[in-house]
C-alpha cells in the first residue's frame, strides 16, 4: 500500500527517493569498462574471489569510478561456463530499487546471475525463483507457496517452541562437559521447523529423514551453488578447479530422492492442495515444495540464525538484557508467546532487521533490463540498454550512508520508533522493500514476513527460557537461567 504512494523514482513499484527530491539529476555516461575480451573477465574473477573477494572488490571500483552505478564482470564466466559476465553494478539504495520494479526488469534464469544451475536439480523443470513474472506458472507456484505459510500460521507458534524446548534441553544437558556447536542443533531445528509449517509434514515419521534429512538438504543445496560462492581460503586452487564447472547432479541424486520420497509419502495434503486449487501438476507440487522448502527456507535460516547468534555474541551494549526485559514484559507468564506478544517487541525485531541489513543472508540480487530505460542512483541518470544485467550487492547497498546513519555500525534500536518504521521502506534483503507484499506479480520474498517473526520468535523464546547466553565462535559456552524459577 505504502508503495503504490511512492512513485517518484522510476515507476510505481519503487521506494521513495533516499535524499529530499532532486528533480533533475545529471545524466551520465555509465563508468566503468569490461576491459579486454577473456582477460578483463579473468582478471575481475580472480580479483573477486580470490584477492579482494566480493566486497572489496565492489568497494575499490566505486571509489575508482566515483559512483556507485558502473560496468564490471563478476563470476561465474569462462573458461567452462558459457555466462557471459558483464553487469552493471546498481550499489546504493535507489538504483538497487529498480530491480524490484517488475516492468523495468526481467527475472528470468538470473537467481544466481547469468548462470543456472542444471534443472536435473530440481526434477528437470524450472522452479519459481527461477521464473520471471511474465510466466503463468509463477502466480500458480507463488501463490500455492503464499497459501501454505498463511495456513500453518495456527501451528506456528507451537510447533517452533516444541522443537526449540527439545533443542535448548540437548544443549543443557551437554553444556557441563564444555562448549556446545550451536551448527548442528539449529540446522535439526530449521529442517524440522520448515518440514512441518512449509509442507505440513513431520520427519519425525520416517527415521531416515528424522536423522539425516539436514545433511541430504545440504549437499543437495550446496552442490547446485558451489560454483558460484566466494570462497576465500585454499586460492588460487578453489578458483580453478571448483568455480570451473557445474557439478554433476548424480553425486546428490540419492538425497533428493530420498526427500521426493518422503514428501510424496507425508505430504499428501499439501499436494492435493497443489493440484486442485493451484492447478499444478503432483510432480511440480513436489518439486517446488522441495525448492522452497530446502533453498529458500533451509538454505535461508541456516544462514541467518548464526547471523543473530553472533550479532548477540559481538554486542558491547547490554543488549541482552533489554531483549530479555522487553520479552517478559510482553510475553510474560499469562499472555505468553504468540503472534500477537511478537508484534509488541519493537526492540526484538529491529535487532532481527539490524541484523538482516548488515548479513543479508542472499548478496547477490539481479535483474536483465527489459527496455531500455533510465536509471538513477542518488547523484546522476543512467541509460539502460534493452537486455543488459544489472546486479545489486545487497552488503554495500545496505550501507548506503545516504540512507542509513552510522551505516557501519550495528545500531539494535535502528528499526524502531516512527523513523524506524520509515527505514523498513529501505531493508531489502528480501528482494523488496520490508514495507513491501510478496505476489504473484514480483519477486519478493514469499516469507518475508515469515522470516523475521521467525527469527523474532526464536529470540523471545530463548530470553523467556535465559537471562543470558555466552556464545564463542560457533559454540554457546554458557547459558543463565532466571534464578525465579527452579
Ligand atoms: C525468493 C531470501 C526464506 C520462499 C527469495 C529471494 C530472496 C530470499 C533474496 C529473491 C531472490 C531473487 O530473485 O533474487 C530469503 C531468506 C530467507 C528466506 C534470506 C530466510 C532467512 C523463505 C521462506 C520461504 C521463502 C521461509 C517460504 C515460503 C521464497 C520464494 C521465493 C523466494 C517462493 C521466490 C519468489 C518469486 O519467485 O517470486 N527469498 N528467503 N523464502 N523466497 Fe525466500
Given at each position: 500500500?505504502?508503495?503504490?504512494?511512492?512513485?517518484?523514482?522510476t515507476s510505481s513499484s519503487s521506494?521513495?527517493?533516499?535524499?529530499?527530491?532532486?528533480?533533475?539529476?545529471?545524466?551520465?555516461?555509465?563508468?566503468?569498462?569490461?576491459?579486454?575480451?577473456?582477460?578483463?573477465?579473468?582478471?575481475?574473477?580472480?580479483?573477486?574471489?580470490?584477492?579482494?573477494?566480493?566486497?572489496?572488490?565492489?568497494?575499490?571500483?566505486?571509489?575508482?569510478?566515483?559512483?556507485?552505478?558502473?560496468?564490471?564482470?563478476?563470476?561465474?564466466?569462462?573458461?567452462?561456463?558459457?555466462?557471459?559476465?558483464?553487469?552493471?553494478?546498481?550499489?546504493?539504495?535507489?538504483?538497487?530499487a529498480h530491480l524490484f520494479d517488475m516492468e523495468l526488469v526481467?527475472?528470468?534464469?538470473?537467481?544466481?546471475?547469468?548462470?543456472?544451475?542444471?534443472?536435473?536439480?530440481?526434477?528437470?523443470?524450472?522452479?519459481?525463483?527461477?521464473?520471471?513474472?511474465?510466466?503463468?506458472?509463477?502466480?500458480?507456484?507463488?501463490?500455492?507457496?503464499?497459501?501454505?505459510?498463511?495456513?500453518?500460521?495456527?501451528?506456528?507458534?507451537?510447533?517452533?517452541?516444541?522443537?526449540?524446548?527439545?533443542?535448548?534441553?540437548?544443549?543443557?544437558?551437554?553444556?557441563?562437559?564444555?562448549?556446545?556447536?550451536?551448527?548442528?542443533?539449529?540446522?535439526?531445528?530449521?529442517?524440522?521447523?520448515?518440514?512441518?509449517?512449509?509442507?505440513?509434514?513431520?520427519?519425525?515419521?520416517?527415521?531416515?529423514?528424522?536423522?539425516?534429512?539436514?545433511?541430504?538438504?545440504?549437499?543437495?543445496?550446496?552442490?547446485?551453488?558451489?560454483?558460484?560462492?566466494?570462497?576465500?581460503?585454499?586460492?588460487?586452487?578453489?578458483?580453478?578447479?571448483?568455480?570451473?564447472?557445474?557439478?554433476?547432479?548424480?553425486?546428490?541424486?540419492?538425497?533428493?530422492?530420498?526427500?521426493?520420497?518422503?514428501?510424496?509419502?507425508?505430504?499428501?495434503?499439501?499436494?492435493?492442495?497443489?493440484?486442485?486449487?493451484?492447478?499444478?501438476?503432483?510432480?511440480?507440487?513436489?518439486?517446488?515444495?522441495?525448492?522452497?522448502?530446502?533453498?529458500?527456507?533451509?538454505?535461508?535460516?541456516?544462514?541467518?540464525?548464526?547471523?543473530?547468534?553472533?550479532?548477540?555474541?559481538?554486542?558491547?551494549?547490554?543488549?541482552?538484557?533489554?531483549?530479555?526485559?522487553?520479552?517478559?514484559?510482553?510475553?510474560?507468564?499469562?499472555?505468553?508467546?504468540?503472534?500477537?506478544?511478537?508484534?509488541?517487541?519493537?526492540?526484538?525485531?529491529?535487532?532481527?532487521?539490524?541484523?538482516?541489513?548488515?548479513?543479508?543472508?542472499?548478496?547477490?540480487?539481479?535483474?536483465?533490463?527489459?527496455?531500455?530505460?533510465?536509471?538513477?542512483?542518488?547523484?546522476?541518470?543512467?541509460?539502460?540498454?534493452?537486455?543488459?544485467?544489472?546486479?545489486?550487492?545487497?552488503?554495500?547497498?545496505?550501507?548506503?550512508?545516504?540512507?542509513?546513519?552510522?551505516?557501519?555500525?550495528?545500531?539494535?534500536?535502528?528499526?524502531?520508533?516512527?523513523?524506524?518504521?520509515?527505514?523498513?521502506?529501505?531493508?531489502?534483503?528480501?528482494?523488496?522493500?520490508?514495507?513491501?507484499?510478496?505476489?504473484?506479480?514480483?519477486?519478493?520474498?514469499?516469507?518475508?514476513?515469515?522470516?523475521?517473526?521467525?527469527?523474532?520468535?526464536?529470540?523471545?523464546?530463548?530470553?523467556?527460557?535465559?537471562?543470558?547466553?555466552?556464545?564463542?565462535?560457533?559454540?554457546?559456552?554458557?547459558?543463565?537461567?532466571?534464578?525465579?524459577?527452579?
Open positions: 500500500s505504502n508503495m503504490a504512494a511512492n512513485n517518484n523514482i521506494p521513495p527517493p533516499a535524499t529530499s527530491q532532486p528533480t533533475s539529476l545529471p545524466l551520465r555516461e555509465i563508468p566503468g569498462s569490461y576491459g579486454l575480451p577473456l582477460l578483463g573477465p579473468l582478471a575481475d574473477r580472480l580479483n573477486y574471489s580470490w584477492f579482494q573477494g566480493s566486497e572489496k572488490f565492489f568497494k575499490k571500483r566505486i571509489d575508482k569510478n566515483q559512483s556507485t552505478v558502473f560496468r564490471t564482470n563478476v563470476p561465474p564466466s569462462f573458461p567452462i561456463f558459457t555466462a557471459n559476465p558483464n553487469v552493471v553494478a546498481v550499489l546504493d539504495c535507489k538504483s538497487f526481467e527475472k528470468k534464469n538470473i537467481l544466481v546471475g547469468d548462470w543456472m544451475p542444471s534443472t536435473k536439480f530440481t526434477g528437470d523443470r524450472r522452479v519459481c525463483a527461477y521464473l520471471d513474472t511474465s510466466e503463468p506458472q509463477h502466480e500458480q507456484i507463488k501463490n500455492f507457496a503464499l497459501d501454505t505459510l498463511k495456513r500453518s500460521s495456527t501451528i506456528w507458534v507451537p510447533t517452533l517452541t516444541t522443537l526449540l524446548d527439545k533443542m535448548w534441553d540437548t544443549i543443557d544437558s551437554q553444556l557441563p562437559s564444555g562448549p556446545v556447536s550451536y551448527l548442528v542443533p539449529i540446522q535439526k531445528f530449521i529442517f524440522a521447523f520448515c518440514c512441518q509449517c512449509i509442507a505440513g509434514v513431520d520427519p519425525a515419521n520416517s527415521p531416515d529423514i528424522a536423522e539425516k534429512g539436514y545433511i541430504r538438504m545440504d549437499r543437495w543445496l550446496g552442490l547446485q551453488i558451489l560454483p558460484t560462492v566466494p570462497i576465500n581460503s585454499f586460492q588460487p586452487l578453489v578458483e580453478i578447479f571448483l568455480h570451473s564447472f557445474p557439478y554433476p547432479y548424480f553425486l546428490v541424486s540419492r538425497d533428493y530422492n530420498k526427500l521426493y520420497e518422503f514428501l510424496e509419502k507425508e505430504g499428501k495434503e499439501v499436494i492435493s492442495r497443489g493440484q486442485t486449487e493451484f492447478k499444478l501438476t503432483k510432480e511440480d507440487t513436489i518439486h517446488n515444495l522441495l525448492f522452497i522448502l530446502g533453498f529458500n527456507a533451509f538454505g535461508g535460516f541456516t544462514i541467518l540464525f548464526p547471523s543473530l547468534l553472533s550479532a548477540l555474541a559481538s554486542d558491547k551494549t547490554g543488549i541482552q538484557e533489554k531483549l530479555c526485559k522487553q520479552v517478559r514484559e510482553k510475553a510474560g507468564s499469562e499472555s505468553g508467546l504468540s503472534l500477537r506478544s511478537i508484534q509488541e517487541m519493537d526492540l526484538v525485531q529491529s535487532f532481527v532487521y539490524e541484523t538482516l541489513r548488515l548479513n543479508p543472508p542472499v548478496p547477490l540480487q539481479y535483474g536483465r533490463a527489459r527496455k531500455d530505460f533510465e536509471l538513477s542512483s542518488h547523484d546522476s541518470i543512467f541509460k539502460i540498454k534493452k537486455g543488459e544485467l544489472l546486479c545489486g550487492y545487497q552488503p554495500l547497498v545496505m550501507r548506503d550512508p545516504k540512507v542509513f546513519d552510522e551505516p557501519e555500525t550495528f545500531v539494535p534500536d535502528r528499526f524502531t520508533g516512527e523513523k524506524g518504521k520509515e527505514l523498513l521502506t529501505y531493508l531489502y534483503w528480501s528482494n523488496g522493500p520490508q514495507s513491501g507484499l510478496p505476489s504473484g506479480s514480483n519477486k519478493q520474498c514469499a516469507g518475508k514476513d515469515f522470516v523475521t517473526l521467525t527469527a523474532s520468535l526464536f529470540l523471545a523464546h530463548l530470553f523467556l527460557r535465559y537471562d543470558s547466553v555466552t556464545i564463542t565462535g560457533s559454540s554457546f559456552s554458557a547459558v543463565e537461567k532466571p534464578k525465579s524459577k527452579p
